[in-house]
C-alpha cells in the first residue's frame, strides 16, 4: 500500500542521498524531542530561533521562524527575541538573523 503522507522537509532535502539523517530528523528531533510535553511549542520554537542566532545557522532560521509562528510567537516576539541577543550571542549574529527575519516576514 502506497505511504500518501507529504514528505517531510528532510525526506524533500535529502531523501534516499542521507536516509539515516531523515529518519533521526523525522522520527526522533520531530517525532520526538518536539513533542515532549515540559515546554510548548512555542517555547520550543523560541529556544531553536536563539540557538540558531547565537550560532549563526541562519540557513535554518527561515524555516523556524515560520514554524514558531506556527506555534503561536508573533513577529513582533521573534524580532524582540533576536534584537535582545544581539547583546548575547553578538552584533553580527543578531544583524544576519534580522535580515533573515526580514525576508521572511516581508519578502525583501
Known sequence: ??????PSGAEKMFG???PALVAYTDDVLFGQVWKRPELSPKERSLVTVAALTTSGNTDQLVYHLGLAKENGATEQEL?????HLAYYAGWPKAM??????KRAFRGN
Open 79 to 83: 524580532v524582540e527575541a533576536i534584537t
Open 96 to 101: 544576519s538573523a534580522m535580515a533573515v527575519a
Open 16 to 18: 534516499d542521498f542521507a
Open 1 to 6: 500500500m502506497a505511504d500518501d503522507k507529504e
